[in-house]
């Protein structure tokens, strides 16, 4: 499964921007990828992964602002149509885990 996190904040005074900055880097620190501009995912192995980082966001939230999340299975995650742009290659995009035992 695919977290999908889609945002819109104000960035208007500067407390908007240390708010955007701050809610941006919890992203990243919590593994998300940024897709687009205001569009970051994370994968996720099963519905109780899932709830965890939707309760994680929700603590994490700004003030202000709109924020949205998707939930999207592997399959229709990959059903994405790339119409402009390229797919940054850098990033692994499976669910594959390397397991030593």
């Known amino acids: 499964m695919r977290v999908l996190v889609l945002?819109?904040?104000?960035?208007l005074t500067g407390d908007q921007r240390r708010e955007y900055a701050r809610f941006r880097k919890f992203l990243?620190?919590?593994?998300?990828?940024?897709?687009?501009e205001s569009v970051y995912c994370k994968l996720a192995l099963n519905t109780t992964v899932v709830n965890g980082i939707v309760d994680q966001i929700?603590?994490?939230k700004p003030e202000e602002g709109l924020i949205q999340l998707l939930t999207v299975t592997e399959k229709q995650y990959a059903k994405m149509d790339l119409i402009v742009g390229n797919v940054k290659?850098?990033?692994?995009?499976?669910?594959?885990r390397l397991v030593i035992l």
């Open 7 to 11: 945002f819109d904040l104000p960035v």
């Open 28 to 36: 990243l620190k919590s593994g998300f990828l940024m897709l687009q």
């Open 58 to 60: 929700h603590k994490n």
């Open 89 to 96: 290659s850098e990033v692994l995009n499976t669910d594959e």
